[in-house]
C-alpha cells in the first residue's frame, strides 16, 4: 500500500444543529437497552435506512471478526452491498468493555476514531483503511489509492463521565454524524437521548413489524433450545449456548458438569448452538445415525469443532458409564444447508434446521421464508410452551446486576458501594493504571463493605470485602474457589490505597476467604439471581438463609425492585 497521511488532530466541522424530533418523549426507563449489541445494530440498521443511498453502518460484530480474521473472513459481509456508492460508514468498536466508533467518509477521504474517553487507536484506523483497500480490489477489481486519505483520532468529540455509558455515545456519535450535524451534545443530555433512541427503535419494529436481529440473542436461541428439549424430552436435548464456550475455553472440566443430571446417550438427537466472532452454527449429534454433523449457513467449515465435540462425547462416556466411548462407525462431515444472504439470520437459520432435523423433512427452506418463520418462532416463544412464568436467563444480563448493585449503594451511599459488573474484567485483563479513574470521585475507604459482581466462564460469582473485619470473601453459587480473584482485590486495595490515599495499605491480618457454606444453585442459569441475593443479605448483615426453592420468588422481587429504583426495607422470610 502507499503510504497515507496520519494526523492526531480533528477537523472542525461546519455544520448545522440536530433538528428536534417531532415527537413527545415519553418517560420509559430503557437505559438498560444499551448494554446490548442487539440495540446497537437495530440503531445502525435504522441510520442506514434513513438514508440508504449515502450511509451504510455495519454491525458490532464486524469490527471483531475483521481484527480477528482478516479481510477474507468479512469479504462476504457486504457482497450486495457497494460500500464505495455511500458518503459515509459507520463501524462501531467494542474493545476491552468499551464501546468507540469509527466514521469513513469517502468524499472526504478520511477515517476518523470516536472515544468517549479520549482513547487514540490508530491500529484501529489502519486496520480500517487496510479493509477498504482489500474490498475495492475484490469488488471493484481496480487498485485502491490509499494516498491523501486522513486517518484522525477525534480529541474534542463530547466525553462520557460515567463508565456504561459509551454504547449511547456511540448511537449519538453516529446519529448526529449521519445527519451532517456538529456534535453539541454532553453527558447531561444523554438521558433524554437514552429515552429517545428505543422510541426510535420502536418505531422502526412498527414499521418493519419484527425485530431484525432478534435471533443474535443468545436469550432467545435459550428459549427455543429449551422449546425443543420439553417437546421431546425422552429423545432429544439441547444444549444451551454457554455450553460450547465453556467446552471450548477450558475443557471437559467445565461442560461435565452440565450434564450431571442428564444422561445424553439416553437420546437419539443433540443440538449444540455454537456462537463464534458474532455468528452463529449448529453441530448435530445423531446417535442412530452414529454422526456429528456441522452446519453453516455461510459455507464455511471448521474440523476443529467436529473435532472438539466426539472428545467431549467420549469423555463424557468415559466420566458418566465408567467405559470407553466406540467410535467405530461414527462420521463427521459438512452438512449442506440452506444459506443465509444476509449477516443477521444466522440465529434464526439455526432454529430452522434444528426444527427440520427433528422432523425428518428436507432442508428445503430459504432466505425468503424467515419473516414467517421469524414470527412463528416468536409465537411460540410468547405462548410460554417453555412452561416459565419468568425468562430463566434473565440475570446473565450484566445491566440487570449492575442496576441492583446500583440500588444496594444507593441505599447505604455512607457505608456501602457496589462495584459495576465491569470492573473486575477489566481489572483482570489490564491491571490497576485501567481502573483507577473508576473510583476518583469515590472514597472506597470511607466505607464499610465492597461488593463486586464477578463474571467469569459465564458465571456469577460475587467478592465482598468488609473492611472493619478486614476480609474479602468469595461467593459462589456452585461452590467454586478463586484465589487467584481475591489475591488481585487485595492488590487493587494496595495499589488505590497508595494511589488516592498516597499510603501503603497495611495487608497485615486481612482473611482471604472462599465460602464453602453459602446457597447453591441447582441450575444452570441463576447464578446471577444468587449474586444479587448474597449481596442484598450482606449489605443487610442477615444470615443467607434461602435456596434453589426460592429464587422464582426473589427474581420477580429484584425485578419490581429495579423498576421501583428503590429495596425493599426487609428481605421475606424463608
Known sequence: MESCQIMAEHTVYNLEPIEECEYEFEEVDNS?????????????????????????AFNTYFYKALSANGYPYVCRWTKKIDIFSKKKLFIPIHIEDHWCLVCVCLPQKSIKYYDTMGGRNFKCL????????FEYRDKKKKKFHPRGWLLVNVKDCPQQSYTWDCRVF????????????SLDFSQEHIEKVRRQIPLEIKKKKLIKSEPSHLFYNEEVINEYMDLITESSPNTVYAFNTFFYQGLSENGYSDAGRWTRRIDIFSKKKLFIPIHIEGHWILVYVCFPQKSIKYCDTMGRRNLNCLNLILKYLKLEHHDKKGECFN?????????????????????????????????????????????KYRRQIALEIKKKKLKKSVPSHLFYNDEVINKFMDVITERSPDTVYAFNTFFYKALSANGYSHVSRWTKKIDIFSKQKLFIPIHIKNHW???????????????????????????????????????????????????????????????????????????????????LHFSQDHIGTFRRRIELEIKKEKLKKSVPET
Not at 126 to 133: Q, R, S
Not at 328 to 349: A, E, H, I, V, Y
Not at 477 to 497: R, T, V, W
Open 126 to 133: 489502519k486496520t480500517i483503511l487496510k479493509y477498504l483497500n
Open 461 to 543: 460469582c460475587l467478592v465482598y470485602v468488609c473492611f472493619p473485619q478486614k476480609s474479602i470473601k468469595y461467593y459462589d453459587s456452585k461452590g467454586g474457589c478463586n484465589m487467584n480473584c481475591l489475591k488481585l482485590i487485595m492488590d487493587y486495595l494496595m495499589f488505590e490505597h497508595i494511589d488516592k490515599k498516597e499510603e501503603v495499605f497495611n495487608p497485615k491480618g486481612w482473611l482471604l476467604m472462599n465460602v464453602k457454606n453459602c446457597p447453591q444453585q441447582l441450575n444452570t442459569w441463576d447464578c446471577g439471581v444468587f449474586v444479587c441475593l448474597f449481596a442484598e443479605h450482606l449489605s443487610k448483615s442477615i444470615p
Open 327 to 371: 467410535t467405530n462407525g461414527w462420521s463427521m462431515s459438512k452438512k449442506n444447508c440452506p444459506q443465509q444472504l444476509n449477516t443477521r439470520d444466522c440465529g434464526l437459520f439455526i432454529c430452522m434446521l434444528i426444527d427440520y432435523f427433528l422432523r425428518g423433512t428436507p432442508l428445503d427452506f430459504s432466505q425468503q421464508h424467515m419473516d
Open 32 to 56: 438498560d437497552l444499551f448494554y446490548t449489541d442487539e440495540v446497537i445494530n437495530k440503531y445502525m440498521d435504522l441510520i442506514t435506512e434513513r438514508s440508504p443511498d449515502t450511509v451504510y
Open 170 to 181: 456511540v448511537c449519538v456519535y453516529a446519529e448526529h454524524i449521519s445527519r451532517g450535524a
